[in-house]
């Protein structure tokens, strides 16, 4: 068990462009999680996909927003035409549904890769 | 619609206990508790499902009303190690857990 690993840890921007962030779970994890938190805040929820399939998406996320995980293993979350409001630390987590539906099983964070939009 | 935490802030000295709360307005499958140190990532602490279950972990122990939708995380003897912001989580349906604003917790000798 390696843990939840992003990649980058930090990135800085320029208002306007895109990044693209990736997520690696824990191997034997089927459900990936992304949640987004600002300063002072706790996390807010951005979508989640079991194995290739997106389940949800936070009806608050923007269209600008768009988040892959084409194999069931890894994820990428791309934000286009970053804005400053964007900037906060995104978060990725990962999960089993082996016992349950997933409510009872805990969700591991990774170290979230904090984004600067200038 | 997120948890409602309180208190928002406590600062304890070493040895004291403390109770953290957490409703929801919304009925729950199941609430989780979380605890984040600065810069680090959240760490799990616990989940309690619906039916009023009540568990515990070393000195730190939390309950589920299911009636009141409310949970409460009990810190025991707290040591400085405890210091941190507590998350609570609940999955209400198929949406993944939505988050309380935290508690930050400061624990001084």
């Known amino acids: 068990d390696t843990g939840v690993s992003q990649d980058p840890r930090h990135k800085i921007t320029k208002r306007g462009q895109n990044v693209t962030f990736r997520c690696d779970p824990i191997s034997e994890h089927n459900r990936l999680y992304w949640y987004r938190q600002t300063l002072g805040q706790g996390p807010e929820f951005l979508t989640y996909?079991?194995?290739?399939?997106?389940?949800?998406k936070s009806r608050l996320l923007s269209d600008r927003f768009s988040a892959e995980r084409p194999k069931g293993s890894f994820s990428t979350l791309e934000i286009q035409r970053t804005e400053q409001g964007d900037s906060a630390m995104y978060l990725c987590?990962?999960?089993?549904?082996?016992?349950?539906?997933?409510?009872?099983?805990?969700?591991?964070f990774g170290n979230g890769t904090r984004l600067t939009v200038t | 619609q997120q948890p409602v935490q309180s208190p928002q802030a406590v600062i304890l000295r070493e040895g004291e206990d403390a109770v953290i709360n957490c409703s929801s307005s919304?009925?729950?499958?199941?609430v989780h508790w979380y605890r984040q140190k600065h810069g680090e990532a959240p760490v799990f602490l616990m989940i309690?499902?619906?039916?009023?279950e009540q568990k515990g972990h070393d000195k730190i122990s939390a309950s589920f009303n299911e009636k009141k939708q409310q949970s409460s995380l009990y810190l025991t003897a707290s040591q400085l190690s405890y210091s941190g912001t507590y998350f609570c989580g609940g999955w209400a349906g198929n949406t993944p857990l939505v988050f309380g604003k935290g508690t930050r917790l400061s624990v001084i000798a």
């Open positions: 309690l499902l619906k039916g009023g």
């Open positions: 919304k009925a729950l499958y199941s």
């Open positions: 987590a990962s999960s089993t549904t082996l016992m349950d539906r997933g409510h009872n099983s805990p969700l591991h």
């Open positions: 996909f079991q194995n290739e399939a997106q389940l949800e």
